[in-house]
């Protein structure tokens, strides 16, 4: 067909690409750069205003379990329908149990019968359960779904709804299965932070702590000051909280944002804390419980050491355990089976291959990354923790 009768739309030149010798290395190369706000509102309204804006006129798949929808559903739905957006909403039973593959297989056989296209957007609104699972769902439908997070515990606010970590559970380890997808914008609202419950805000507190020890002695500041404020739902307190969480997760996932750096620090107490959902079968314990207490036995194996004087070591402790954080394991809500705690990290150090690798502070956002804790160390700082092991 003669040139000029084609649509120009339709006419694609590229630079021809000469073939390199037979033998000559060939690579792969891509790159991808995202960039996306993480910002703290008051009240739904001034939330769904925000989200609006950033969906124009995309349809939106709503992923969020059955206690969010029961609280804010009709509130975020409402608010969308009204403004001309359409809709579908998918509701999953609530808690970490329930971050499974088999619950994301249902989800992703959900968006099929759904009109969601590529070009459309997940919306999630819940806790990091929610958040992890539909973060993962949105980025393995038709190869990746613009998502945006709308975190509604402390936790997910601090730090799920942040960084592009998507997974879901699997009986031999948490988080096991999943990727890296960024989502298109994290809006936290602290309104919703209301019906959450103190355990809630103190188990997103531990987040906070983390953040606070492996980067931030001015963010340490900010918490021994509001703390008290937090747990008693202070929108003032609780902006600054999440506000901050949100700045130095951005920065610390911006230096590394694949982890492709094994000395990574944001994993302060989740050496233990993972090994420890798992043995109680992800059902007793809140993330950040499991987190408190695995930074205890991280900072014993500081103390023990000599890495972490011991005046600092009470003062962290002391902060953990004025916000009702567990640092022994007679405070944790569940009972911990010390062999199998122990058999569930070794399979976690299997899995990433290696040695155990653990976050040691020394100082406030100041710590050393150890993979030569040796077994019997590890069972020292356990039993200092109050583990039985026999
Ligand atoms: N991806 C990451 O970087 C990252 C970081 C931290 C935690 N996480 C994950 O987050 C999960 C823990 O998050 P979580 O503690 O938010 O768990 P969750 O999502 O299970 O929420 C806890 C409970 O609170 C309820 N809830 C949620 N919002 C509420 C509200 N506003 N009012 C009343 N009830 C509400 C939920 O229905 C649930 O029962 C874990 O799976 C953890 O692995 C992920
Ligand atoms: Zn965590």
Redesign the pocket.
């Known amino acids: 067909m003669p040139v000029e009768l084609l649509s120009s739309a339709l006419v694609h030149t590229v630079d021809s690409i000469e073939l390199p010798p037979l033998g000559e290395g060939v690579f792969g190369r891509a790159e991808r750069r995202d960039e996306y706000p993480i910002v703290v509102t008051r009240s739904p309204e001034e939330t769904v205003e925000r989200l609006l804006r950033l969906v124009g006129d995309a349809n939106v798949a709503l992923i969020t379990?059955?206690?969010?929808e029961r609280?804010?559903g009709s509130l975020v739905v409402g608010a969308l329908e009204k403004a001309g957006t359409a809709v579908e909403v998918a509701a999953v039973p609530?808690?970490?149990r329930h971050?499974t593959l088999g619950q994301a297989c249902d989800l992703l056989d959900w968006l099929t019968g759904t009109q969601i296209g590529r070009r459309d957007v997940v919306v999630n609104l819940?806790?990091?359960?929610?958040?992890?699972m539909g973060?993962w769902v949105a980025a393995s439908y038709m190869r990746g779904v613009p998502y945006v997070n709308l975190?509604?515990?402390l936790?997910?606010q601090v730090?799920?709804g942040?960084?592009g970590?998507?997974?879901v559970?699997h009986l031999v380890a948490?988080?096991l299965i999943g990727g890296f997808a960024q989502p298109r914008a994290v809006i936290s609202d602290i309104s919703?932070?209301?019906?959450?419950?103190i355990r809630?805000l103190r188990?997103?507190l531990a987040?906070s702590i983390k953040k606070a020890i492996i980067a931030s002695p001015a963010y340490w500041a900010l918490i021994e000051a509001s703390a008290d404020a937090v747990l008693a739902g202070d929108s003032e307190a609780l902006a600054a909280l999440v506000h901050g969480a949100g700045a130095i997760k951005a920065e610390l996932i911006e230096r590394d944002p694949y982890e492709d750096d094994s000395r990574r620090t944001l994993g302060f107490g989740h050496a233990i804390a993972h090994p420890l959902e798992t043995v109680t079968s992800y059902s007793e314990l809140?993330?950040?419980e499991a987190v408190a207490f695995g930074m205890a036995v991280e900072l014993q194996l500081a103390a023990a050491r000599h890495l972490l004087p011991p005046a600092r070591h009470e003062r962290i402790l002391d902060l953990l355990r004025r916000v009702g954080l567990p640092t022994t394991s007679a405070e944790l809500p569940a009972a911990v089976d010390g062999p199998r705690l122990i058999a569930a990290t070794e399979r976690i150090r299997l899995i990433r291959g290696g040695g155990y690798r653990f976050v040691l502070p020394i100082d406030l956002g100041e710590t050393v990354i150890a993979d030569d804790v040796t077994p019997s160390e590890l069972r020292e700082a356990l039993r200092r923790c109050g583990v039985e092991l026999r």
């Open positions: 379990d059955e206690t969010v609280l804010y609530a808690g970490e971050k819940g806790g990091g359960v929610v958040i992890d973060g975190p509604t515990t936790i997910g730090d799920a942040i960084g970590k998507v997974a559970n948490k988080n919703f932070l209301r019906t959450t419950g809630q188990a997103g987040e809140l993330h950040g």
